[in-house]
Protein backbone atom coordinates (compact mmCIF):
# COMPACT_ATOMS: atom_id res chain seq x y z
CA UNK A 1 0.00 0.00 0.00
CA UNK A 2 1.47 3.36 -1.14
CA UNK A 3 1.87 6.35 1.33
CA UNK A 4 -0.93 8.35 0.21
CA UNK A 5 -3.50 5.79 0.60
CA UNK A 6 -2.32 4.28 3.78
CA UNK A 7 -2.52 8.12 4.89
CA UNK A 8 -6.03 8.48 3.44
CA UNK A 9 -7.21 4.82 5.44
CA UNK A 10 -5.47 6.44 8.68
CA UNK A 11 -7.58 9.84 8.01
CA UNK A 12 -10.92 7.80 7.40
CA UNK A 13 -10.57 5.18 10.62
CA UNK A 14 -10.11 8.61 12.78
CA UNK A 15 -13.00 10.21 10.84
CA UNK A 16 -15.09 6.88 11.86
CA UNK A 17 -14.37 6.88 15.22
CA UNK A 18 -15.58 10.61 16.03
CA UNK A 19 -18.62 9.30 13.49
CA UNK A 20 -19.34 6.77 16.85
CA UNK A 21 -18.20 8.94 19.22
CA UNK A 22 -21.55 11.18 17.87
CA UNK A 23 -24.01 8.23 18.19
CA UNK A 24 -22.77 7.65 21.93
CA UNK A 25 -20.02 5.42 21.65
CA UNK A 26 -16.82 5.84 24.24
CA UNK A 27 -13.72 6.39 21.66
CA UNK A 28 -10.48 7.95 22.54
CA UNK A 29 -7.36 8.33 20.90
CA UNK A 30 -5.99 4.92 22.55
CA UNK A 31 -8.53 2.94 20.74
CA UNK A 32 -8.13 5.05 17.47
CA UNK A 33 -4.47 4.38 17.14
CA UNK A 34 -4.88 0.99 18.02
CA UNK A 35 -7.73 0.24 15.29
CA UNK A 36 -5.12 2.03 12.84
CA UNK A 37 -2.12 -0.06 14.10
CA UNK A 38 -4.69 -3.36 13.42
CA UNK A 39 -5.21 -2.21 9.82
CA UNK A 40 -2.22 -2.51 8.97
CA UNK A 41 -1.48 -5.87 10.05
CA UNK A 42 -4.75 -7.17 8.02
CA UNK A 43 -5.73 -8.06 4.30
CA UNK A 44 -7.50 -5.28 3.86
CA UNK A 45 -9.55 -6.03 0.62
CA UNK A 46 -11.07 -8.42 2.98
CA UNK A 47 -14.18 -6.21 4.66
CA UNK A 48 -15.10 -8.69 7.37
CA UNK A 49 -11.68 -8.56 8.77
CA UNK A 50 -11.65 -5.00 8.52
CA UNK A 51 -15.02 -4.98 10.38
CA UNK A 52 -13.94 -7.28 13.11
CA UNK A 53 -10.46 -5.57 13.05
CA UNK A 54 -11.74 -2.26 13.80
CA UNK A 55 -14.54 -3.87 16.11
CA UNK A 56 -12.15 -5.47 18.52
CA UNK A 57 -10.29 -2.32 18.67
CA UNK A 58 -13.10 0.45 19.25
CA UNK A 59 -15.20 -1.21 21.10
CA UNK A 60 -14.80 -0.62 25.04
CA UNK A 61 -18.77 -1.80 25.99
CA UNK A 62 -20.37 -5.43 25.03
CA UNK A 63 -23.69 -3.16 24.91
CA UNK A 64 -22.91 -1.72 21.98
CA UNK A 65 -22.05 -4.06 20.22
CA UNK A 66 -25.24 -4.94 18.18
CA UNK A 67 -25.44 -1.28 16.49
CA UNK A 68 -21.69 -1.43 15.56
CA UNK A 69 -22.36 -3.18 12.47
CA UNK A 70 -25.36 -0.52 11.29
CA UNK A 71 -22.69 2.00 11.93
CA UNK A 72 -19.71 0.62 10.24
CA UNK A 73 -21.79 -0.39 7.00
CA UNK A 74 -23.14 2.85 6.74
CA UNK A 75 -20.53 4.77 7.26
CA UNK A 76 -17.91 2.88 5.15
CA UNK A 77 -20.34 2.59 2.21
CA UNK A 78 -19.65 6.13 1.66
CA UNK A 79 -18.29 7.79 4.38
CA UNK A 80 -18.03 11.83 3.07
CA UNK A 81 -22.04 11.46 2.57
CA UNK A 82 -22.11 11.00 6.32
CA UNK A 83 -22.02 14.31 8.20
CA UNK A 84 -23.91 13.61 11.11
CA UNK A 85 -25.86 11.04 13.42
CA UNK A 86 -28.90 12.72 12.04
CA UNK A 87 -28.20 11.46 8.60
CA UNK A 88 -27.52 8.28 10.79
CA UNK A 89 -31.09 8.13 11.95
CA UNK A 90 -32.16 8.86 8.10
CA UNK A 91 -30.40 6.12 6.68
CA UNK A 92 -31.33 3.45 9.38
CA UNK A 93 -34.60 4.15 8.76
CA UNK A 94 -34.56 3.84 5.20
CA UNK A 95 -32.63 0.57 5.14
CA UNK A 96 -34.49 -2.36 4.20
CA UNK A 97 -35.08 -3.96 8.29
CA UNK A 98 -38.17 -5.81 9.49
CA UNK A 99 -40.49 -3.73 11.46
CA UNK A 100 -39.08 -5.46 14.98
CA UNK A 101 -35.48 -4.00 13.87
CA UNK A 102 -36.47 -0.40 13.09
CA UNK A 103 -37.95 -0.29 16.25
CA UNK A 104 -35.21 -2.18 18.54
CA UNK A 105 -32.71 0.27 16.68
CA UNK A 106 -35.02 3.38 17.37
CA UNK A 107 -34.80 2.58 21.11
CA UNK A 108 -30.77 1.80 21.04
CA UNK A 109 -30.25 5.34 19.71
CA UNK A 110 -32.50 7.03 21.57
CA UNK A 111 -30.67 5.32 24.80
CA UNK A 112 -27.46 6.42 23.65
CA UNK A 113 -29.00 9.97 22.73
CA UNK A 114 -30.81 10.11 25.67
CA UNK A 115 -28.93 8.81 28.54
CA UNK A 116 -24.91 8.13 27.11
CA UNK A 117 -23.28 6.11 29.91
CA UNK A 118 -26.30 6.31 32.17
CA UNK A 119 -27.61 3.32 30.03
CA UNK A 120 -25.52 1.29 32.02
CA UNK A 121 -26.91 1.72 34.97
CA UNK A 122 -28.55 -1.72 36.54
CA UNK A 123 -31.52 -3.07 35.22
CA UNK A 124 -34.15 -2.22 38.35
CA UNK A 125 -36.78 -4.40 39.38
CA UNK A 126 -39.99 -3.79 38.56
CA UNK A 127 -42.00 -5.09 41.68
CA UNK A 128 -45.70 -4.31 41.75
CA UNK A 129 -47.11 -3.26 45.06
CA UNK A 130 -49.69 -0.48 47.11
CA UNK A 131 -49.29 3.09 46.09
CA UNK A 132 -49.08 3.11 50.20
CA UNK A 133 -46.05 0.39 50.34
CA UNK A 134 -44.32 2.48 47.50
CA UNK A 135 -44.65 6.06 49.35
CA UNK A 136 -43.13 3.68 52.42
CA UNK A 137 -40.41 2.44 50.75
CA UNK A 138 -39.11 5.73 49.80
CA UNK A 139 -39.51 6.77 53.28
CA UNK A 140 -37.32 3.73 54.39
CA UNK A 141 -34.47 3.46 51.50
CA UNK A 142 -32.29 5.77 52.94
CA UNK A 143 -30.04 8.06 50.39
CA UNK A 144 -26.50 6.29 51.96
CA UNK A 145 -28.26 2.57 50.41
CA UNK A 146 -29.00 4.50 46.83
CA UNK A 147 -25.66 5.49 46.66
CA UNK A 148 -24.15 2.08 47.25
CA UNK A 149 -26.61 0.75 44.92
CA UNK A 150 -25.93 2.70 42.54
CA UNK A 151 -23.04 2.26 39.81
CA UNK A 152 -19.81 3.85 39.39
CA UNK A 153 -20.17 5.11 36.35
CA UNK A 154 -23.75 6.75 36.96
CA UNK A 155 -22.30 9.00 39.91
CA UNK A 156 -23.05 12.68 39.32
CA UNK A 157 -19.73 14.57 40.42
CA UNK A 158 -21.54 15.17 44.23
CA UNK A 159 -22.33 11.77 44.62
CA UNK A 160 -18.76 10.91 43.47
CA UNK A 161 -17.50 12.72 46.51
CA UNK A 162 -20.05 11.17 49.15
CA UNK A 163 -18.81 7.86 47.47
CA UNK A 164 -14.86 8.93 48.20
CA UNK A 165 -15.96 10.02 52.03
CA UNK A 166 -17.95 6.51 51.97
CA UNK A 167 -14.65 4.93 51.12
CA UNK A 168 -12.61 6.76 53.63
CA UNK A 169 -14.95 6.32 56.65
CA UNK A 170 -15.34 2.19 56.00
CA UNK A 171 -13.55 -0.26 58.04
CA UNK A 172 -11.91 -2.15 56.04
CA UNK A 173 -10.00 -5.39 57.53
CA UNK A 174 -7.93 -8.31 55.76
CA UNK A 175 -7.18 -11.70 56.00
CA UNK A 176 -4.47 -12.78 58.02
CA UNK A 177 -1.87 -15.73 57.45
CA UNK A 178 -0.70 -18.21 60.59
CA UNK A 179 2.85 -18.68 60.49
CA UNK A 180 5.03 -21.67 61.73
CA UNK A 181 6.48 -19.75 64.36
CA UNK A 182 5.52 -19.76 67.84
CA UNK A 183 4.51 -16.86 70.80
CA UNK A 184 2.89 -16.84 73.90
CA UNK A 185 -0.60 -17.32 74.61
CA UNK A 186 -3.81 -18.65 76.01
CA UNK A 187 -4.83 -21.15 73.48
CA UNK A 188 -3.34 -24.81 73.99
CA UNK A 189 -2.03 -25.30 70.81
CA UNK A 190 1.70 -26.30 71.93
CA UNK A 191 2.90 -26.55 75.86
CA UNK A 192 5.08 -24.11 76.93
CA UNK A 193 7.13 -25.93 79.41
CA UNK A 194 10.24 -23.32 80.31
CA UNK A 195 6.92 -20.83 81.03
CA UNK A 196 5.12 -23.19 83.02
CA UNK A 197 8.28 -24.39 84.99
CA UNK A 198 8.79 -20.90 85.95
CA UNK A 199 4.93 -20.20 86.45
CA UNK A 200 4.84 -22.96 88.78
CA UNK A 201 7.89 -23.40 90.28
CA UNK A 202 6.81 -20.77 92.99
CA UNK A 203 5.53 -21.49 95.97
CA UNK A 204 3.79 -24.59 95.89
CA UNK A 205 5.82 -26.37 93.51
CA UNK A 206 2.32 -28.00 91.62
CA UNK A 207 2.47 -28.10 87.93
CA UNK A 208 -1.11 -26.52 88.14
CA UNK A 209 -1.21 -23.39 85.65
CA UNK A 210 -0.48 -24.74 82.40
CA UNK A 211 1.91 -22.33 80.02
CA UNK A 212 1.41 -22.87 76.02
CA UNK A 213 2.49 -21.35 72.96
CA UNK A 214 0.39 -20.55 69.70
CA UNK A 215 1.49 -19.50 66.28
CA UNK A 216 1.55 -16.52 65.50
CA UNK A 217 -0.10 -14.55 62.36
CA UNK A 218 0.73 -11.89 60.00
CA UNK A 219 -1.23 -9.70 57.67
CA UNK A 220 -1.42 -11.32 54.28
CA UNK A 221 0.33 -9.11 51.59
CA UNK A 222 -2.21 -7.68 49.12
CA UNK A 223 -0.95 -7.16 45.53
CA UNK A 224 -3.24 -4.63 43.20
CA UNK A 225 -3.06 -4.40 38.99
CA UNK A 226 -5.82 -1.71 38.16
CA UNK A 227 -6.38 -1.32 34.32
CA UNK A 228 -6.73 2.02 33.28
CA UNK A 229 -7.67 2.41 29.67
CA UNK A 230 -10.25 4.03 27.97
CA UNK A 231 -13.19 1.67 28.71
CA UNK A 232 -12.00 2.04 32.55
CA UNK A 233 -11.88 5.16 32.64
CA UNK A 234 -15.01 5.82 34.78
CA UNK A 235 -14.16 3.40 37.35
CA UNK A 236 -10.27 3.94 37.69
CA UNK A 237 -10.66 7.06 39.60
CA UNK A 238 -12.71 5.88 42.71
CA UNK A 239 -10.98 2.26 42.46
CA UNK A 240 -7.38 4.24 42.96
CA UNK A 241 -9.05 6.37 46.12
CA UNK A 242 -10.24 2.80 47.45
CA UNK A 243 -6.72 1.53 46.68
CA UNK A 244 -4.98 4.61 48.90
CA UNK A 245 -7.55 4.00 51.70
CA UNK A 246 -6.80 0.40 51.95
CA UNK A 247 -3.14 1.43 51.68
CA UNK A 248 -3.52 3.60 55.06
CA UNK A 249 -4.87 0.71 56.75
CA UNK A 250 -2.54 -1.94 55.87
CA UNK A 251 1.05 -1.30 54.62
CA UNK A 252 1.63 -4.58 53.25
CA UNK A 253 0.02 -3.68 49.85
CA UNK A 254 1.75 -3.48 46.32
CA UNK A 255 -0.15 -1.45 43.92
CA UNK A 256 0.27 -1.33 39.87
CA UNK A 257 -1.60 0.40 36.82
CA UNK A 258 -1.21 -0.93 33.44
CA UNK A 259 -3.03 -0.22 29.54
CA UNK A 260 -0.51 -0.82 27.44
CA UNK A 261 2.49 -0.97 30.08
CA UNK A 262 2.90 -1.77 33.83
CA UNK A 263 3.50 1.33 36.30
CA UNK A 264 4.50 0.77 39.90
CA UNK A 265 2.29 3.43 42.38
CA UNK A 266 3.20 2.13 45.56
CA UNK A 267 5.21 5.11 46.90
CA UNK A 268 2.95 7.17 45.89
CA UNK A 269 0.30 6.09 48.41
CA UNK A 270 2.55 6.72 51.16
CA UNK A 271 1.50 10.17 50.84
CA UNK A 272 -0.85 12.04 53.49
CA UNK A 273 -3.19 12.72 51.23
CA UNK A 274 -4.69 11.37 48.72
CA UNK A 275 -5.26 13.92 46.51
CA UNK A 276 -1.84 14.80 46.26
CA UNK A 277 -1.17 10.58 45.84
CA UNK A 278 -3.47 10.54 42.65
CA UNK A 279 -2.04 14.28 41.38
CA UNK A 280 1.51 11.83 41.73
CA UNK A 281 -0.29 9.15 40.01
CA UNK A 282 -1.22 11.18 37.25
CA UNK A 283 1.83 12.59 36.38
CA UNK A 284 3.48 9.33 36.27
CA UNK A 285 1.46 7.11 34.07
CA UNK A 286 1.79 7.19 30.85
CA UNK A 287 -0.97 5.31 29.54
CA UNK A 288 -4.15 6.40 30.67
CA UNK A 289 -7.39 5.76 28.88
CA UNK A 290 -5.19 4.05 25.90
CA UNK A 291 -5.37 0.64 24.89
CA UNK A 292 -5.42 -2.69 27.32
CA UNK A 293 -2.49 -5.71 26.43
CA UNK A 294 -3.13 -7.57 29.96
CA UNK A 295 -0.50 -10.17 28.54
CA UNK A 296 2.48 -8.33 27.82
CA UNK A 297 1.65 -6.67 31.25
CA UNK A 298 1.85 -9.42 33.13
CA UNK A 299 4.70 -10.96 31.61
CA UNK A 300 6.03 -7.66 32.58
CA UNK A 301 5.06 -8.35 36.09
CA UNK A 302 6.18 -11.82 36.72
CA UNK A 303 9.55 -11.08 35.72
CA UNK A 304 10.47 -7.91 37.00
CA UNK A 305 8.15 -7.85 40.06
CA UNK A 306 7.07 -11.37 41.09
CA UNK A 307 10.03 -12.23 43.34
CA UNK A 308 9.86 -9.35 45.00
CA UNK A 309 6.30 -9.04 46.04
CA UNK A 310 4.28 -12.10 46.17
CA UNK A 311 6.45 -13.79 49.22
CA UNK A 312 4.34 -14.18 52.01
CA UNK A 313 0.89 -15.78 50.18
CA UNK A 314 0.45 -12.74 48.91
CA UNK A 315 -3.43 -12.16 47.28
CA UNK A 316 -3.76 -11.06 43.98
CA UNK A 317 -6.47 -8.39 42.74
CA UNK A 318 -6.40 -7.47 39.11
CA UNK A 319 -9.33 -4.99 37.91
CA UNK A 320 -10.09 -4.90 34.98
CA UNK A 321 -13.31 -5.37 32.62
CA UNK A 322 -11.10 -8.14 29.87
CA UNK A 323 -11.33 -6.34 26.94
CA UNK A 324 -7.71 -6.98 25.78
CA UNK A 325 -5.96 -5.89 22.47
CA UNK A 326 -2.64 -7.57 22.85
CA UNK A 327 -1.72 -11.42 22.53
CA UNK A 328 -4.15 -14.29 23.61
CA UNK A 329 -1.70 -17.26 23.97
CA UNK A 330 1.09 -14.79 25.74
CA UNK A 331 -1.87 -14.05 28.39
CA UNK A 332 -3.06 -17.33 28.97
CA UNK A 333 0.64 -18.55 29.49
CA UNK A 334 1.73 -15.54 32.02
CA UNK A 335 -2.29 -15.92 33.54
CA UNK A 336 -1.05 -19.16 34.69
CA UNK A 337 2.35 -18.40 35.98
CA UNK A 338 1.13 -15.99 38.01
CA UNK A 339 -1.63 -17.91 39.45
CA UNK A 340 0.83 -20.83 40.40
CA UNK A 341 3.17 -17.72 42.33
CA UNK A 342 0.62 -16.05 44.78
CA UNK A 343 -2.15 -18.02 47.42
CA UNK A 344 -4.94 -16.74 45.63
CA UNK A 345 -6.20 -14.45 42.36
CA UNK A 346 -9.20 -12.53 42.70
CA UNK A 347 -10.32 -10.48 39.30
CA UNK A 348 -12.91 -7.93 39.63
CA UNK A 349 -14.68 -7.26 36.73
CA UNK A 350 -17.05 -4.20 36.90
CA UNK A 351 -19.05 -5.62 33.91
CA UNK A 352 -20.18 -8.81 35.56
CA UNK A 353 -22.22 -6.15 37.76
CA UNK A 354 -24.88 -6.75 34.86
CA UNK A 355 -27.52 -9.03 34.59
CA UNK A 356 -26.96 -10.34 31.02
CA UNK A 357 -23.21 -10.21 31.36
CA UNK A 358 -21.49 -13.03 29.24
CA UNK A 359 -17.74 -13.79 29.04
CA UNK A 360 -17.77 -13.80 25.83
CA UNK A 361 -14.01 -11.78 24.79
CA UNK A 362 -11.08 -13.32 24.24
CA UNK A 363 -9.42 -11.85 27.51
CA UNK A 364 -11.90 -12.85 29.81
CA UNK A 365 -11.69 -16.53 28.26
CA UNK A 366 -8.21 -16.43 28.66
CA UNK A 367 -7.73 -15.55 31.80
CA UNK A 368 -10.65 -16.53 33.95
CA UNK A 369 -9.28 -20.34 33.95
CA UNK A 370 -6.65 -19.22 36.17
CA UNK A 371 -8.47 -16.90 38.50
CA UNK A 372 -9.68 -18.48 41.47
CA UNK A 373 -12.83 -15.81 42.67
CA UNK A 374 -14.36 -13.61 40.15
CA UNK A 375 -16.29 -10.76 41.66
CA UNK A 376 -17.95 -7.44 41.00
CA UNK A 377 -16.71 -4.20 40.99
CA UNK A 378 -19.36 -2.07 39.91
CA UNK A 379 -20.72 0.01 42.75
CA UNK A 380 -20.19 0.33 46.68
CA UNK A 381 -21.89 -3.28 47.95
CA UNK A 382 -19.00 -4.78 45.87
CA UNK A 383 -16.41 -2.80 47.41
CA UNK A 384 -17.95 -4.35 50.82
CA UNK A 385 -18.15 -7.51 49.34
CA UNK A 386 -14.72 -7.70 48.51
CA UNK A 387 -13.85 -6.69 51.81
CA UNK A 388 -15.55 -9.48 53.58
CA UNK A 389 -13.80 -11.52 50.94
CA UNK A 390 -10.37 -10.64 51.44
CA UNK A 391 -10.99 -11.05 55.34
CA UNK A 392 -11.91 -15.00 55.22
CA UNK A 393 -9.23 -15.41 52.99
CA UNK A 394 -7.06 -17.06 55.29
CA UNK A 395 -5.74 -20.41 54.76
CA UNK A 396 -5.47 -23.08 57.36
CA UNK A 397 -2.26 -24.71 57.15
CA UNK A 398 -1.72 -28.26 58.34
CA UNK A 399 0.65 -28.03 60.88
CA UNK A 400 0.66 -30.92 63.40
CA UNK A 401 0.75 -29.23 67.25
CA UNK A 402 3.32 -30.92 69.52
CA UNK A 403 2.43 -30.49 73.56
Known amino acids: M ?45 REDFRQA ?3 CIIT ?9 QLFDLYWRNPDRIENVSDILRKLYESRLSEA ?6 DQIKELYNKRL ?7 KNVKEDNEEKMLDVFLYSPEEILRSKRFDAYTADELEEAKKFISQWKWEFGERTLRRLHTGKTPY ?3 IRGTIRKNIFPTQDFIELQW ?8 PLVVLTDISGSMDHYSRILLHFIFTIHSVNKHIEAFTFGTRLTRITHYLRQKDVNDALDLTNNSVEDWSGGTKIGETLEAFNRTWARRVLNGGAVVLIISDGWDTGNIKLLKKEADRLHRSCHHIIWL ?13 QGVQAILPHVDKFLPIHNLNSLIELGRVLKQLNKKESFKAIA
Open 54 to 56: LKS
Open 2 to 46: NTVVQSQLHNAITVFGRFLRQAGYIVGTGEIMTAIDASSKIDLLN
Open 349 to 361: NPNLGYMDFQPLT
Open 190 to 192: RLN
Open 213 to 220: KQRKTKVR
Open 118 to 124: ESLKEKE
Open 101 to 106: EIQGMK
Open 61 to 69: DHKFIPLFD
